[in-house]
């Protein structure tokens, strides 16, 4: 999420359209801080769930499904918005954007997707 996030910031600072890096764009930099909320979000949840992993305890199980769920949905969201702000470019094979995206969708699929996560969390 965080490479998907500084690789598209560069990118943005670098792409012109109408005399001007389109990281100006206010509707751009939102969707951006938006990327950035939930790579900073799911560290938090990473950092809570490694502090219990040592607990064993059924706390430790809820927040490892806590960021497996909320890695799947946001991985997911961060790496389709980061194909967009690339543009047509964001689907090539020589941007690695892309390859984010397929490897996001590969993560929420492995050892149960996002909402079997969230059920696990809830229950």
Do not use: W
Request: aromatic share 10%; charged share 25%.
């Amino acid at each position: 999420m965080e490479s998907c996030y500084f690789k598209t910031l560069e990118y943005t600072k670098g792409r012109e359209q109408f005399g001007q890096p389109i990281s100006n764009f206010q509707v751009l930099q939102h969707r951006m801080v938006d990327m950035f909320i939930e790579s900073e979000l799911a560290k938090s949840l990473l950092i809570k769930a490694m502090l219990e992993v040592n607990n064993n305890s059924e706390e430790m199980y809820k927040h490892v499904s806590a960021l497996k769920s909320y890695i799947g949905k946001s991985g997911k969201l961060s790496a389709k918005e980061a194909v967009q702000l690339h543009g047509g470019m964001g689907v090539s094979e020589e941007m690695m954007i892309g390859h984010y995206l397929k490897k996001m969708i590969s993560i929420d699929a492995l050892f149960g997707n996002a909402d079997y996560h969230l059920k696990k969390f809830a229950s």
